[in-house]
């Protein structure tokens, strides 16, 4: 069996690419869910739901690719990290259908709207939450025996574990109301206003939280983050994200209509590089680099050809639904 070095970074950087293509994509949609309950009911809930109503189900194409991809190229990391995070796996699994069928069910089911409504609600905080804990589980570290996952049922539940899942949640409820922000207009628009300024100051807060207790989960953070020669290169990350920050504000003092939306996803990418500086080689971090956890070579070879007529094809979609779905959207039209 042999290993490519190259072929290994290769997948690693087509996983991250579609892991960061899910949470900006899905997360929108699903902040969207997480903010909800804040428009009144009828008019303002509908515009809401016609302004992610032609992509919401697309968006999840590229939590698939990120699942399989992780599965498929390393399958040792794979093996260790589903146990790891079977509950939070399982719970943002049963979120994401719940909210899909209430998502459906609410316009043909008009009588029960008010419980299906609950369901989109609830079904996208549970996922968002979800997610953010895998993120700080994986973050703080898993225990590895042999070749298999070495820890406990609940090790990922966590004070950091939990102060991630209420970021991400944050992070989200952010990206969805600068989505309303860019689809809507009269008084969906107002509130997706209101909310950006409250959940812009909240994100900041929790950027800025999970920044400052991530050095001190393991000693290569602390390195990498706060000692020299390492914060030469990592000092300009939380720089351009105060930047950004500011940015985000003028424009919504401005009343700017996109650019609030595509400055909270450059936020997001500056945290992606973040993650990346505190974790890479490793994809299990301090236990199981990306080489570690390879898939052989010849494996790695056959899916790369796969990879190569799919994401094409998938981005080619992806991109043409936006384009035909551009534009404002009113309370009638999809559904």
Known sequence: MTYNYDLAMIWAFLIAFAVFAYVVLDGFDLGI??????????????????????????????????????????????????????????????????RGVAFEFRWRDPRHRAFWDFGFTTGSIVAALAQGIILGALLQGVKITGRGYGGAWLDWLTPFSLLTGASVLA????????????????????QAYRLARRYGVITLIAIAAVSAATPFLAHDYYTRWLTMPGILLTAPVPV??????????RALGRGAQSAPFLLVLALFALCFVGLGISMYPYIVPAQLTIWDAAAPESS???MLIGAGVMLPL???????????????????GYH
């Open 300 to 302: 790695q070879v056959f």
């Open 240 to 249: 351009l994200v105060a930047l950004l920050g500011l940015m985000f504000w």
């Open 33 to 98: 869910g997480i903010i909800f309950p804040a428009f009144s009911v009828g008019e303002e809930r509908d515009v809401a739901m016609n302004a992610i109503a032609p992509v919401w189900d697309g968006n999840e194409t590229w939590l698939v690719l990120g699942g399989g991809g992780l599965m498929a190229a390393f399958p040792l990391a794979f093996a260790v990290l589903m146990p790891a995070f079977y509950p939070p796996i399982i719970a943002m699994l049963l979120g994401l259908v719940f």
């Open 171 to 190: 992070a989200y409820a952010l990206l969805g109301s600068c989505w309303l922000i860019a689809k809507t207009e009269g008084q969906a628009q107002k």
């Open 314 to 332: 998938i981005l080619g979609y992806t991109g043409w639904a936006y384009w035909v779905f551009r534009g404002k959207v009113g309370a009638h």
